[in-house]
């Protein structure tokens, strides 16, 4: 298995453009988590899915955050207008129902720059 | 609410020399903990993880037990080497309807040889 695989790696845009990150999932997982990573908050829980539906938003910060699951192998992460503010690195995550216990598989990540 | 306290970082260590990262944790009911590293420039990898009280995870000669009675979940090796230089995350959760992963801050440890 290719493991959770995002895209791009990195991205770096100007204020006020849209920034759209992708995410797929291990195959069979039915769990997918978006994280956000910043030296000032740690690790922010933003998103997550199951069975491709919105299940805990709560994260979310702001309107300008969206996320999709359109099917069980994509997800991606919008973000409209970008702010600086927003630069962190993005991680997705998946995990089977049964799989807890065994923890959460991630992705590399996606390093965003806001300029 | 459920959360993980770890201890402050930096760590600095030679190598050779023994390691605690320090976790407790604070839950409602009886979670299953976790340890992940981070590399540099990588995303989170699943160290080691315990299930319930007792219980003790090991990998790549890490450590770390699951001790109910003092809410604890202490990360260990016995000899660092300068490839263990990383971000280490304490984190908790639960299966059926809370499916959160809750992180500590996160631990640098930095290994000098």
């Not at chain 1, 006020?16 to 990150?21: A, F, I, K, R, S």
């Not at chain 1, 409209?80 to 992705?107: H, K, L, N, W």
Request: aromatic residues 12%.
């Amino acid at each position: 298995d290719a493991g959770v695989i995002q895209s791009p790696r990195h991205e770096v845009t100007e204020m006020g453009q849209e920034v759209t990150l992708r995410c797929k999932p291990i195959s069979g997982h039915d769990y997918l988590f978006w994280y956000r990573q910043t030296m000032m908050r740690g690790l922010e829980l933003l998103i997550y899915f199951n069975n491709n539906v919105p299940i805990d938003d709560s994260g979310m910060p702001e309107d300008r955050f969206s996320a999709k699951m359109p099917n069980a192998s994509f997800s991606t992460l919008k973000i409209q207008p970008s702010e600086p503010r927003d630069s962190a690195v993005y991680f997705c995550a998946s995990r089977s129902t049964g799989g807890f216990s065994y923890g959460y598989t991630f992705g590399s990540g996606t390093r965003l720059t806001v300029v | 609410g459920d959360s993980v306290t770890q201890m402050e970082g930096p760590v600095t260590l030679s190598e050779e020399a023994f390691l605690t990262i320090n976790c407790t944790y604070t839950a409602t009911g009886y979670p299953s903990l976790f340890w992940y590293v981070q590399y540099p420039g990588e995303g989170l990898q699943l160290l080691l993880k315990a299930t319930k009280a007792d219980d003790k995870g090991s990998n790549k000669g890490f450590e770390a037990t699951y001790r109910k009675e003092t809410t604890s979940f202490h990360l260990e090796k016995g000899s660092v080497q300068v490839s263990d230089s990383a971000v280490y995350f304490c984190a908790l959760n639960y299966g059926g309807a809370t499916n959160k992963l809750i992180f500590g801050t996160g631990t640098l440890l930095a290994v000098q040889p």
